[in-house]
């Protein structure tokens, strides 16, 4: 099978992008005033705005000829099929059957997953709701009042930065805390502030041994033994999610407070199983289940909406477009909204770790670029800083701002000067500004000649800088899974383009691996050191310091 690369239709783009290449989008926009219209398109409460692209019709319909010949729509329809489509792990891929609410069964290997999956959603359900309650009582008992979820990697980012994002709609009389990262200072920190008789703890870690998480509940356990606590009393202050319920009895937590996972949801789809267990208790579970909903809502949208009206298909078309013809190395999310600030971290990890790849699912090696650096902030933040080289700087950094047009917290004319430095950012981008304009501007100023040309060269803006504009209603927890799963499928599209495996991670083994080396030597530190030498003197440098 030959690289997409190889293809007839990835050289008709090639041909269409160096025609393309002289155009500004503002001839674009003056030759057509329905040009806004043509390339808007609506699902799930989200409208996506994508005229300000280096597009035309005739791009449009070869990207979607792309997705055609790499068959885009079959393997969606295999994935969501229960089909074995992770090839170098043997699984099936199947986070969307989390939040499958068609009533139809989703198979794997012949067995029908959804009994599990809704037992284990009725099973969150009770718990929240006992712990909401105050059923669920501490060992002295106290009500819970704090959770502190312990995990990492997507066990971490998709509840931490879905809590965050849905901050309006905390239930109260809970917090929930999130721990990641294995530097003592975190947990340390955490753990300083929180009641031992009213906080409980969930370890989110498919085998129960992932380091990081394992070493911050030990740390957590210490804690609790330490100021009064017995082991006894574990069982009603730590939950586990977990496939490995040996480790977790083991360790003290109770059966009935293991919440299971499944091989065929990956870590950075997690959120939607039982690791959500976070966002249900600082939402309540009806809040968690409008965030499912949402999610199901655009995993319909997917799956019939034909390629042109798609979101997930339009995002990914357009994203292979600047990656593979234009160069473009990396990609901004601006969301101009405080509680979505997390978003661009956690769709990096999406992205990145699912098409960071470099060999093809039959075993090819690359010629192409597999998806670009994720980065981005809050609007408007980022306008006084990183801005600056996205306007005027020689690179191409196509640009996703999203806006929700109503907020928890309309103060004055806050929310109004929000959309707008929203919009203008998008318009400003795509205008630019030409040097006549930028001394036009300076006209004024009593400049000589010289002095006025040599300025306006510095006010120049090129402009033709790409993005899109995602506008919903407001972020509320159904829009939110929606708005989540059309960055899912955007990813799984680019996948399936670019011919690679989305849903392995191999090239975070290694430095696991090589960590419990080193770790091992600067635990023993009169073990011989048989690194490389700029790694055996880091690691002289640390035994000595410590």
């Not at 992770?86 to 067995?111: C, I, W, Y």
């Not at 997930?312 to 473009?328: D, E, K, Q, S, T």
Request: hydrophobic residues 40%.
């Amino acid at each position: 099978m030959s690289l997409v690369s190889d293809t007839p239709a990835w050289q008709t783009l090639t041909d269409l992008a160096n025609t393309l290449s002289s155009t500004h989008m503002r001839e674009l926009f003056a030759q057509d005033a329905q040009r806004a219209e043509k390339f808007t398109a609506q699902a799930c409460g989200i409208t996506l705005d994508y005229a300000k692209n280096r597009i035309t019709q005739d791009v449009m319909q070869a990207l979607v000829a792309l997705a055609n010949q790499q068959q885009v729509t079959s393997k969606r329809d295999a994935m969501f099929g229960g089909a074995i489509i992770n090839n170098t792990e043997q699984r099936a891929v199947l986070h969307t059957a989390l939040r499958n609410f068609s009533g139809k069964p989703v198979m794997v290997d012949g067995v029908d997953v959804m009994p599990d999956v809704l037992a284990t959603q009725e099973k969150m359900r009770q718990l929240v709701n006992k712990i909401h309650s105050g059923e669920h009582k501490g060992y002295t008992g106290k009500a819970i009042t704090d959770v502190v979820s312990i995990g990492i990697g997507g066990s971490f980012l998709g509840p931490k930065i879905m809590t965050e994002a849905l901050k309006p709609y905390w239930y109260k009389g809970i917090k929930v805390h999130f721990v990641a990262n294995v530097d003592g200072c975190h947990i340390a920190d955490v753990l300083a502030e929180r009641d031992i008789e009213t906080t409980l703890f969930l370890m989110s870690s498919k085998s129960f041994t992932t380091q990081e998480t394992l070493q911050n509940t030990l740390t957590a356990k210490d804690w609790f033994l330490q100021h009064g606590g017995s082991q006894t009393d574990i069982a009603l202050h730590f939950m586990a999610i977990s496939s490995n319920i040996k480790a977790a009895t083991d360790f003290g937590i109770a059966e009935e407070n293991i919440f299971p996972m499944w091989d065929w949801v990956g870590g950075r789809y997690s959120l939607w199983s039982a690791i959500g267990l976070p966002i249900a208790l600082a939402l309540g579970y009806e809040h968690y289940r409008a965030l499912l909903d949402g999610a199901f809502a655009m995993d319909e949208h997917f799956q019939q909406a034909p390629l042109e009206q798609n979101l997930p298909v339009i995002m990914a078309l357009l994203g292979v477009w600047y990656v593979n013809f234009f160069g473009a190395q990396s990609h901004v999310l601006l969301p101009y909204y405080h509680y979505l600030r997390g978003f661009p971290a956690y769709i990096q990890q999406l992205d990145m770790e699912s098409n960071g790849k470099s060999v093809t699912t039959d075993n090819q090696t690359v010629d192409y670029a597999t998806g670009p650096v994720i980065w981005g902030s809050e609007g408007t933040n980022g306008q006084h800083s990183f801005h600056q080289l996205i306007h005027q700087g020689q690179v191409l950094i196509p640009a996703d701002f999203m806006l929700p047009l109503r907020v928890p917290h309309n103060i004055g004319p806050h929310h109004a000067m929000l959309a707008s430095n929203c919009f203008a950012q998008t318009q400003a981008l795509m205008q630019g500004k030409t040097f006549d304009e930028a001394k036009a501007e300076l006209a004024t100023k009593g400049l000589d000649t010289a002095e006025l040309d040599a300025l306006a060269r510095h006010k120049v803006m090129p402009g033709n800088k790409p993005s899109n504009t995602l506008l919903f209603e407001q972020l509320d927890p159904k829009t939110l899974g929606a708005l989540v799963a059309l960055y899912e499928h955007k990813v799984f599209v680019q996948g399936a383009i670019w011919g690679v495996n989305s849903f392995d991670q191999w090239g975070v083994e290694l430095g696991k691996v090589m960590g419990n080396e080193i770790l091992d030597k600067l635990e023993n530190a009169t073990a011989p050191l048989s690194f490389d030498s700029s790694t055996n003197q880091l690691v002289e440098r640390f035994r000595a310091a410590n």
